[in-house]
């Protein structure tokens, strides 16, 4: 849900900070005082396109602030936003909501922050179009492509249709990708036989050698101690010595121990104990010195053989890896790089009918969903036909085909169409050549009512959905639009007083039109200045006690009607 906006310097509107409340808001305003702009903001927000000219004439910069609350939302749409805000790094603020944040420079540049995190605009889009909804004239254009169609129907479906295309793609993408390989390995047999023999040589090599994990550094530090050999059995014999003979270290640091500690002085004594510390510790140094001699290779053994050796691991780690521990790495994966090489007859036939198995699969998994599908298009043809009798297009039904698309795609091997009958009888349209912008809206209405009963906690922004729309039916449009609130936040730009009436909350955008140009503020109305801007909306009737009584009577029975429904 939103619950805050604040615009700054785009279009006619230098500045302003506006909170959003649950439930129906509406915005209105005269022609030119900047409703739109709230609604570009949005679409800013949303990822939306960047464009200079929306930059307010003689500012720098246009920003766009606004905050999510996400405690509403449920299921996969709450997942995908954990999952983007944790990709981007961003954070909430102290009321756990997130800022959403987009500047557009005079200039073209863009910039996008997700929780004060800059991030790329494709991620702005991602979170926000899991909260946020935008529906105007240019947004209508999509419900008539067929992927809009068919993810609108899949939305009615909701866990029905969910796991059943969850599964599609997985056998679809194992399909692929077992028929790739085998298109590969039938069209580069040559090639891949080429490489295959390169694998088997390296592998063969690697394997004559046998290296041992760590045996290049183990072999290293054997050869230096062999050709010092002398030096070091000299330095540690010495040392050792040095602690453990006669009147050694170890010796010495022994009797002032036992002279200190029988001298009955308690600060002596307490010299006496360090010196156990040190005497300790002298100890463990000589039993190190001890093994250490111990470990030193016998002269006997030859530097010859060992420097052989390492020839051999050198020779390895030039072509295959810096190290032995990479060498051995790089063997494991050329091991199972030949697996997939093999291009015998025997392999191409057996990948030829795991890909075969793994198409009928995908059959199966397609004709899962078609089923549904065909049943879900029944039921949302019948419910949207009802909502649009009421919505001053009575005669109009909705139909919604599903036929083959002749492929498996990405989402089935459906094609999903929306048309509209005009009349009882009359044959079904699409809905490019049968529906005008008005029709659209209103159908883009009816499908969101329908859609919107199984989900709840977004918000769903409405840019004049009742163009071309009065009397009854804008009427109608204020019911329903209060209706589809009950589940999310609805905001909406209208111009009509009857669908202006049915909200919670009335937001007006004002202008001041001055000889620098036009400045807009957008405010909240309580009450007596929602009933004088009903009038006005009424034809202008503003200035006048009948308009003011037929603006109270409008908005008293819309919210009587609204209390009624509840």
């Not at 009958?421 to 809905?431: C, F």
């Not at 883009?444 to 840019?463: K, N």
């Amino acid at each position: 849900m939103l619950t805050e906006l604040t615009i700054r310097d785009l279009g006619v509107i230098p500045e302003s900070t506006v909170e959003f409340s649950p439930g129906l808001t509406v915005l209105t305003g005269e022609t030119g005082a900047g409703k739109t702009m709230v609604v570009t903001g949005l679409r800013l927000l949303s990822g939306g396109r960047a464009d200079a000219g929306r930059v307010r004439t003689g500012a720098e910069k246009a920003l766009v602030e606004g905050r999510v609350a996400t405690d509403d939302l449920a299921g996969p749409l709450s997942d995908a936003v954990e999952e983007i805000l944790a990709e981007c790094g961003g954070d909430r603020d102290e009321n756990g909501e997130i800022l959403l944040a987009r500047q557009v420079s005079a200039k073209g540049r863009s910039r996008a922050w997700i929780g004060g995190r800059g991030t790329p605009a494709s991620s702005l889009a991602d979170l926000a179009g899991a909260v946020l909804a935008i529906h105007g004239q240019n947004d209508q254009l999509r419900l008539l492509g067929g992927d809009e169609q068919i993810a609108a129907l899949d939305r009615l479906g909701g866990d029905r249709v969910a796991p059943l295309l969850e599964a599609y793609r997985a056998v679809r993408r194992e399909w692929r990708t077992a028929a790739k390989d085998l298109e590969e390995r039938t069209t580069k047999r040559r090639e891949l036989a080429m490489r295959a023999d390169q694998l088997t040589f390296a592998l063969e090599e690697i394997d004559a050698v046998d290296p041992e994990p760590g045996e290049d550094v183990e072999l290293t530090q054997t050869i230096r101690r062999m050709q010092d050999l002398d030096g070091l059995r000299e330095a540690a014999s010495t040392a050792w010595g040095s602690i453990d003979e006669e009147d050694g270290a170890a010796d010495l640091l022994g009797r002032a121990q036992h002279a200190l500690a029988n001298s009955g002085d308690s600060e002596l004594v307490g010299l006496a104990e360090r010196i156990g510390e040190l005497t300790s510790g002298l100890t463990d140094v000589s039993a190190d010195l001890g093994t250490y001699l111990e470990g030193l290779p016998e002269e006997t053994e030859s530097l010859d053989g060992l420097l052989a050796r390492q020839a051999e691991i050198r020779n390895l780690t030039r072509k295959y890896a810096p190290d032995i521990d990479g060498v051995l790495q790089w063997r494991d994966k050329a091991r199972r790089k030949l697996g997939s090489l093999d291009v015998s007859g025997e392999a191409l036939d057996k990948l030829a009918a795991d890909v075969a198995a793994l198409e009928k699969k995908v059959k199966a998994a397609a004709k899962k969903l078609t089923k549904v599908r065909t049943e879900l298009a029944g039921d949302l043809g019948r419910r949207v036909t009802a909502e649009l009798k009421g919505l001053a297009m009575p005669m109009t039904s909705l139909v919604v085909e599903v036929a083959p698309s002749g492929s498996f795609g990405p989402v089935g091997a459906d094609d999903v169409s929306f048309l509209l009958s005009a009349h009882k009888g009359a044959e079904p349209r699409p809905l490019a050549g049968s529906a005008s912008g008005g029709e659209l809206s209103r159908v883009m209405l009816a499908l969101e009512v329908v859609l919107a009963e199984g989900d709840g906690g977004r918000t769903l922004v409405f840019d004049e959905v009742d163009a071309g729309v009065g009397g009854r039916a804008a009427v109608e449009i204020g019911r329903r639009l209060a209706r589809l609130a009950e589940r999310n936040q609805v905001i909406v730009v209208t111009h009509l007083p009857q669908v202006a009436a049915y909200a919670d909350t009335h937001l007006h955008v004002a202008k001041d039109v001055a000889e620098d140009g036009v400045v807009s503020g957008v405010g909240e109305l309580d009450r007596d200045r929602r009933i004088e801007e009903l009038a006005r909306m009424m034809a202008g009737l503003d200035g006048t006690e009948s308009g003011r009584a037929h603006a109270t009577d409008l908005l008293e029975k819309a919210q009587a009607d609204r209390g009624a429904a509840k």
